[in-house]
């Protein structure tokens, strides 16, 4: 299943995802690398370490893609072919000191018995896994801890991969050495002891550090008395507003128009949410800012990572799945791109007393069977 075929409430949510996305290409960029970095020589002063200047990105090698975050931390992801329940995750914070993980995980046949021991087997060659924490009964997953260089070694010249547990299941190579080389790029890699494919002997010490993360703070908690998510009308104000009306009308199930939010964010201004149509899993909300008893009402703006106006369709103050926490002061969304969530996009905003401002964003573009907890986050903050 893709983000494509999605109903129209789903279908926000690719959007999200799309807005993140490149297109890709295969296994033949491996070689459109930027030459090395001259290295200083010896009789140079020291240098701070350098610091990395990345934005959030995807790209898709194929069967793979590879996604970098603010913080600079990266992840390249391996899926089963044909839409499968299988993966496997290697990601790799930024800076000279960081060392890789492998992850990976699929559904065993419902008819095999027992776990078995876990293990990744590239062309033959076994890679003994742990179980990791986040495994359950039914969804095991496993993490290479020992040999995990070699183990990336395989995967970049490697033709078969197989998750081995209880059962089996095959994880596409197409595209794993273009997907670790763009990371290596992306970080500041290329050439040194610290790549993940393309080593060489440029120092270490060349590797860029992380980046400083973006501070946000949220407003101080306030009495919410007479809002929340039951029993709330619309003001007159916004129900006048014609989209809001287009979107009551997208809502007229009792299930879905009932589900108007609201919350007091100051004493001058308040949060509501209208329904505005819903799928089998997803419902839509368009949020707005208001004065007092609803008066004044305008869009409640929510960027992603790409910042406002980057998706020509989705409205800026559209969620699917949102909800308003007045404890934390913040705005989530879970866009599912089916019932089980383990893909779609997740987001969170904190209100400033200004606005609503972007504090995290994961996404996953496949339906693989990844947990939520495990996507990649393109975007996160103090």
Same mark, same amino acid.
Not at 22 to 36: E, N, Q, R, S, Y
Not at 236 to 261: I, Q
Not at 364 to 382: E, H, K, N, Y
């Given at each position: 299943?893709?983000?494509?075929?999605?109903?129209?409430?789903?279908?926000?949510?690719?959007?999200?995802?799309?807005?993140?996305?490149?297109?890709?290409?295969?296994?033949?960029?491996?070689?459109?690398?930027?030459?090395?970095?001259?290295?200083?020589?010896?009789?140079?002063?020291?240098?701070? @370490?350098?610091?990395?200047?990345?934005?959030?990105?995807?790209?898709?090698?194929?069967?793979?893609?590879?996604?970098?975050?603010?913080? /600079?931390?990266?992840?390249?992801?391996?899926?089963?072919?044909?839409?499968?329940?299988?993966?496997?995750?290697?990601?790799?914070?930024? /800076?000279?000191?960081?060392?890789?993980?492998?992850?990976?995980?699929?559904?065993?046949?419902?008819?095999?018995?027992?776990?078995?021991?876990?293990?990744?087997?590239?062309?033959?060659?076994?890679?003994?896994?742990?179980?990791?924490?986040?495994?359950?009964?039914?969804?095991?997953?496993?993490?290479?801890?020992?040999?995990?260089?070699?183990?990336?070694?395989?995967?970049?010249?490697?033709?078969?991969?197989?998750?081995?547990?209880?059962?089996?299941?095959?994880?596409?190579?197409?595209?794993?050495? *273009?997907?670790?080389?763009?990371?290596?790029?992306?970080?500041?890699? +290329?050439?040194?002891?610290?790549?993940?494919?393309?080593?060489?002997?440029?120092? @270490?010490?060349?590797?860029?550090? *992380?980046?400083?993360?973006?501070?946000?703070?949220?407003?101080?908690?306030?009495?919410?008395?007479?809002?929340?998510?039951?029993?709330?009308?619309?003001?007159?104000?916004?129900? *006048?507003?014609? =989209?809001?009306?287009?979107? +009551?009308?997208?809502?007229?199930?009792?299930?879905?128009?009932?589900?108007?939010?609201?919350?007091?964010?100051?004493?001058?201004?308040?949060?509501?949410?209208?329904?505005?149509?819903?799928?089998?899993?997803?419902?839509?909300?368009?949020?707005?800012?208001?004065?007092?008893?609803?008066?004044?009402?305008?869009?409640?703006?929510?960027?992603?990572?790409?910042?406002? /106006?980057?998706?020509?369709?989705?409205?800026?103050?559209?969620?699917?799945?949102?909800?308003?926490?007045?404890?934390?002061?913040?705005?989530?969304?879970?866009?599912?791109?089916?019932?089980?969530?383990?893909?779609?996009? @997740?987001?969170?905003? @904190?209100?400033?007393?200004?606005?609503?401002?972007?504090?995290? =964003?994961?996404?996953?573009?496949?339906?693989?069977?990844?947990?939520?907890?495990?996507?990649?986050?393109?975007?996160?903050?103090?």
């Amino acid at each position: 299943m893709t983000l494509n075929g999605l109903s129209r409430g789903v279908a926000l949510s690719a959007l999200v995802l799309s807005a993140l996305s490149i297109a890709g290409c295969g296994d033949k960029d491996a070689a459109k690398v930027p030459a090395a970095t001259q290295v200083a020589s010896p009789s140079a002063p020291a240098a701070a @370490a350098p610091v990395l200047q990345i934005r959030p990105e995807t790209k898709i090698f194929r069967d793979w893609s590879a996604t970098c975050g603010n913080d /600079g931390t990266c992840w390249a992801f391996g899926f089963a072919p044909e839409f499968a329940a299988g993966w496997v995750r290697i990601s790799l914070a930024p /800076g000279p000191n960081a060392q890789p993980q492998i992850l990976f995980g699929y559904w065993p046949d419902g008819e095999a018995k027992g776990a078995g021991p876990l293990s990744l087997t590239i062309d033959g060659r076994a890679y003994p896994a742990v179980l990791g924490a986040a495994s359950d009964a039914e969804t095991p997953i496993g993490e290479i801890r020992e040999g995990a260089r070699a183990a990336l070694d395989a995967m970049a010249q490697g033709k078969v991969m197989i998750i081995r547990g209880a059962s089996t299941q095959e994880v596409s190579l197409h595209g794993a050495a *273009a997907a670790l080389l763009w990371i290596d790029e992306k970080q500041g890699r +290329l050439d040194t002891p610290t790549a993940l494919i393309r080593r060489g002997d440029r120092p @270490a010490a060349l590797v860029p550090i *992380a980046p400083s993360l973006p501070t946000v703070t949220p407003a101080p908690a306030v009495d919410q008395a007479a809002f929340g998510d039951q029993n709330q009308r619309l003001p007159a104000a916004l129900r *006048a507003r014609t =989209e809001v009306g287009d979107c +009551l009308k997208e809502s007229a199930m009792p299930a879905v128009s009932d589900m108007v939010m609201s919350a007091r964010l100051d004493a001058r201004t308040e949060l509501w949410a209208v329904p505005c149509g819903s799928g089998a899993y997803n419902v839509t909300h368009n949020w707005y800012l208001t004065g007092p008893g609803g008066r004044d009402p305008r869009p409640a703006m929510l960027a992603g990572s790409e910042g406002p /106006g980057s998706d020509p369709v989705m409205q800026d103050n559209a969620t699917v799945n949102g909800a308003y926490d007045p404890k934390t002061r913040t705005l989530s969304a879970f866009a599912k791109a089916r019932g089980i969530g383990d893909c779609g996009a @997740a987001q969170t905003w @904190a209100w400033t007393g200004q606005g609503f401002t972007l504090t995290q =964003e994961s996404v996953m573009g496949q339906c693989a069977g990844v947990p939520s907890d495990l996507w990649p986050v393109t975007w996160r903050t103090r």
